[in-house]
């Protein structure tokens, strides 16, 4: 069989599995994500999506040449750094990485907070201000403190459900008492960091995007619409957002997201993030191909290998989507090695097709936050969308394929969105935060 109708053949068998970017209607989807928004923001929400208020006016002043503690608690590591912005742009000394706490193995509440101290004691003296980038859902009060609710993306903490982030770290810290935290999220740190970045273009609003081990977006909201916040909802302005869009349930799932779902720690919850993230993303493939060797599509010899296969991480998966032929990667050293040409191109256009997928709910994502905000419209004022993490930044084709829906959106709905990515994000967002009043 040729390359052309095996690539057929794939998209049928994704298309069977319920897993084809072909059935997402882009527009349909995007104003479902929208609607959940907004529900969201009601008191009485049932809604997926968390909608945090980050009680953080986007337009606040940052306050210069005062250095102050930045921390990034991510998907699998923890970096930390002592930050000063001046006339001449930001400063960034004592920077150091961590492994996660609750990675490796299960830790309990107080062994968590206690690392975390460890990690950031040796520059404790150095500032008062310190600004916590927590990247697991944490409800932020009016004061900006955060109140955990739960642990995502295979992080495992005991009896973390209500602790409070910044009580408990200042209790551990040295002169913790002395400390001004201020909590918030990834994606809302990425968002302060493009406003902090990009003082000299004229854009219309900004979003903040991470795609890493996890992902999530971040947008700013009038004040009156946020109805579940009594200090919001009667004043003037704008708050950031968390969405906590990788926890979005009004996904169209198949098969193989199914089965993965029922494998992982927390079945039934970060549905979406377990379609597009790389704390997923590999496992995803590997379950979607294992599908496909049990039902004899591939030959016999790589069926075998495929089915041995006991995990595929995300960035080999990924390494296999920019070169299938390349041997750097497990799956494309194992096709080599076991599999004909015709197993290669199904491979090929099966993973090609899961990354599409994955690249249009994202980009339905975004299209979804513009529609409830309707910005981004003039292009002359396009809205600025500030990207982390190393999912999306880790393939060229992904990023391709992203970019792709970017310019649909401007050609078929008139929607303008620079896309930009701005180093040490969530540090950089971090510092900003803990220097606001």
């Known amino acids: 069989m040729d390359k052309q109708n095996l690539i057929k053949e794939a998209e049928g068998f994704l298309k069977q599995h319920k897993m084809s970017a072909n059935d997402l209607d882009f527009e349909t989807e995007s104003t479902l994500f929208a609607k959940e928004m907004e529900e969201g923001l009601d008191l009485f929400s049932n809604s997926s999506l968390k909608m945090i208020p980050g009680y953080i006016d986007p337009s606040s002043p940052v306050e210069k040449n005062k250095p102050v503690i930045a921390i990034d608690a991510g998907g699998t590591n923890l970096?930390?750094?002592?930050?000063?912005?001046?006339?001449?742009?930001?400063?960034?000394?004592?920077?150091?990485?961590?492994?996660?706490?609750?990675?490796d193995k299960e830790v309990d509440v107080e062994e968590f907070f206690e690392r975390v101290a460890d990690y950031i004691n040796p520059i404790a003296d150095k500032s008062d201000?310190?600004?916590?980038?927590?990247?697991?859902?944490?409800?932020?009060?009016?004061?900006?403190e955060g109140k955990i609710m739960s642990l995502t993306k295979e992080v495992k903490v005991k009896n973390a459900q209500g602790a409070l982030i910044g009580k408990e770290l200042?209790?551990?810290?040295?002169?913790?008492?002395?400390?001004?935290?201020?909590?918030?999220?990834?994606?809302t740190a990425t968002l302060l960091s493009g406003k902090a970045m990009a003082k000299d273009k004229n854009y219309?609003?900004?979003?903040?995007?991470?795609?890493g081990t996890g992902m999530n977006t971040c947008y700013g909201e009038k004040n009156e619409n946020i109805k579940k916040s009594k200090e919001l909802k009667d004043t003037q302005g704008y708050t950031l957002i968390n969405l906590e869009s990788g926890g979005y349930g009004?996904?169209?799932?198949?098969?193989?997201?199914?089965?993965l779902d029922k494998k992982t720690a927390n079945p039934g919850k970060q549905l979406m993030e377990k379609m597009l993230s790389g704390a997923y993303m590999g496992h995803l493939v590997l379950e979607t191909i294992k599908m496909a060797a049990s039902e004899g599509i591939l030959s016999e010899s790589l069926s075998d290998e495929i089915c041995a296969l006991e995990k595929l991480p995300s960035a080999d998966s990924a390494g296999f989507l920019d070169d299938s032929k390349s041997s750097k990667n497990i799956l494309g050293k194992m096709v080599k090695k076991h599999g004909s040409k015709e197993?290669?191109?199904?491979?090929?256009?099966?993973?090609?097709?899961?990354y599409e997928r994955s690249a249009k709910y994202l980009a339905i994502n975004i299209n979804g936050i513009l529609v409830r905000t309707g910005k981004g419209k003039d292009p002359e004022k396009p809205v600025c969308l500030v990207i982390d993490g190393s999912a999306f930044y880790g393939?060229?084709?992904?990023?391709?394929?992203?970019?792709?829906?970017?310019?649909?959106?401007?050609?078929?709905?008139?929607?303008?969105?620079?896309?930009?990515k701005v180093e040490d994000a969530s540090l950089m967002g971090s510092a900003i935060a803990g220097l606001l009043s």
């Open 79 to 103: 970096r930390r750094a002592l930050v000063t912005f001046t006339d001449n742009g930001p400063t960034m000394r004592h920077f150091k990485r961590y492994p996660m706490p609750g990675v």
């Open 129 to 144: 201000n310190i600004g916590f980038c927590f990247s697991y859902p944490a409800e932020i009060m009016p004061d900006k």
């Open 170 to 187: 200042k209790e551990k810290l040295d002169g913790g008492s002395a400390k001004k935290v201020v909590v918030l999220n990834d994606a």
């Open 204 to 211: 219309d609003d900004f979003i903040g995007l991470i795609l």
């Open 250 to 259: 009004n996904v169209k799932r198949g098969t193989a997201d199914i089965n």
């Open 343 to 354: 197993d290669g191109w199904l491979i090929e256009a099966i993973v090609d097709g899961l």
């Open 395 to 420: 393939s060229i084709k992904f990023m391709e394929k992203f970019d792709g829906y970017l310019e649909y959106m401007k050609e078929k709905n008139g929607r303008f969105v620079e896309r930009i």
